[in-house]
């Protein structure tokens, strides 16, 4: 596709409930980054995937968030439990292997947990 | 990890030239300075990046000085549609390819 895709647009959750979410990235892009926007705030670092390495996930704020990135394409967010505070947008980015190259961002996932 | 500083809001009219400054007093040597643009209910954009001196697109122009401790996105004639927030944050140092973003400068254009 042209884009980064993101599935699905929203998601509705029980607290308690598991959640998957999904991101397609720009074909032939290595590095693929996810991150969490909570309402009226910036965009907040997860994880990180050169290919299907996950080098950094310092910012996933508990064990019941997972990701993985098997076939270093598509890659899929897990939440376990889920709780109230996970409610968020939940943004998928990838770009060009480099530190410094554009990062293409989906329209991402809003999760509400009631 | 370094942090980047600009006014949390900014209000313009069409037309106007617009000027977002971003202080950044611990940039590292090897950062880069790069802008996102936010809308609502989308993903940030990329609009320009820069290490130094000026940086011109079709979208916007960067300004960087000689320390490097500030930096200016100028947004030439903005319409309705540029209202939007703005990130300015760091990229290629230390922080590798993840990006920081802080609150941004929320824009709002009226006619």
């Known amino acids: 596709g042209a884009g980064v895709s993101q599935s699905p647009r929203y998601k509705v959750a029980k607290r308690g409930q598991d959640v998957a979410l999904r991101c397609d990235p720009i074909s032939g892009h290595v590095s693929l980054f996810w991150y969490q926007q909570a309402l009226g705030q910036g965009p907040e670092f997860l994880t990180y995937?050169?290919?299907?390495?996950?080098?950094?996930k310092s910012g996933l704020p508990s064990d019941r968030f997972f990701a993985e990135r098997p076939e270093g394409s598509v890659s899929t967010l897990k939440i376990q439990r889920t709780q109230q505070e996970d409610s968020a947008v939940y943004l998928c980015?990838?770009?060009?292997?480099?530190?410094?190259?554009?990062?293409?961002f989906g329209a991402g996932t809003r999760l509400s947990v009631l | 990890l370094a942090k980047t500083t600009q006014p949390i809001s900014m209000d313009s009219y069409e037309g106007q030239e617009v000027n977002i400054t971003c202080s950044h007093n611990n940039i590292a040597t090897n950062d880069y300075i790069t802008w996102y643009q936010q809308f609502p209910s989308q993903g940030p954009r990329f609009i320009i990046q820069?290490?130094?001196t000026k940086v011109t697109n079709e979208v916007a122009s960067l300004f960087i000085p000689a320390d490097r401790k500030s930096s200016t996105l100028s947004l030439p004639r903005v319409s309705l549609s540029d209202t939007a927030v703005y990130y300015c944050l760091f990229q290629g140092g230390n922080q590798g390819g993840k990006l920081i973003f802080g609150q941004g400068t929320e824009l709002s254009v009226k006619p």
């Open positions: 820069g290490y130094k």
């Open positions: 995937f050169q290919n299907e390495a996950q080098l950094d």
């Open positions: 980015a990838s770009s060009q292997q480099g530190a410094a190259n554009i990062q293409y």
